[in-house]
């Protein structure tokens, strides 16, 4: 069982950056692939990176790609989202989740949810 808890979302304005944090607890997190998502309202949950267990990156859309960047401490429990040149379409609830499957866009791939954190960008 691993637990999961988003932190580091806010209020910011286009343009500005954010580092959104994902500690986990039980056991380590270096024994899964972890990924990002998000949802804005009334939209589905969407697949923002994921970061392997050996530390290999994907990105979903263009609209993130050399913006945003995972990363992950194994020795911290963590992975991160670094957020550059935010957006306001970037507003949305962002969601860490753990799971065994490697390079996965698919929320069923992943077992364990944060409760997510809100970003909110204005314009």
């Known amino acids: 069982q691993v637990q999961l808890v988003e932190s580091g979302g806010g209020l910011v304005q286009a343009g500005d950056s954010l580092r959104l944090s994902c500690a986990a607890s039980?056991?380590?997190?270096?024994?899964?692939?972890v990924g990002w998502f998000r949802q804005a309202p009334g939209k589905e949950r969407d697949f923002v990176a994921t970061?392997?267990?050996?530390?290999?990156?994907?990105f979903n859309t263009d609209s993130v790609k050399g913006r945003f960047t995972i990363s992950r401490d194994n020795a911290k429990n963590t992975v991160y989202l670094q957020m550059n040149s935010l957006k306001p379409e970037d507003t949305a609830v962002y969601y860490c989740?753990?799971?065994?499957?490697?390079?996965?866009?698919?929320?069923?791939?992943?077992?364990?949810w944060g409760q997510g954190t809100q970003v909110t960008v204005s314009s």
């Open positions: 989740a753990a799971g065994g499957v490697q390079y996965s866009r698919s929320p069923r791939a992943y077992d364990y």
């Open positions: 039980g056991r380590t997190v270096s024994n899964y692939a």
């Open positions: 970061i392997s267990t050996s530390g290999g990156i994907t």
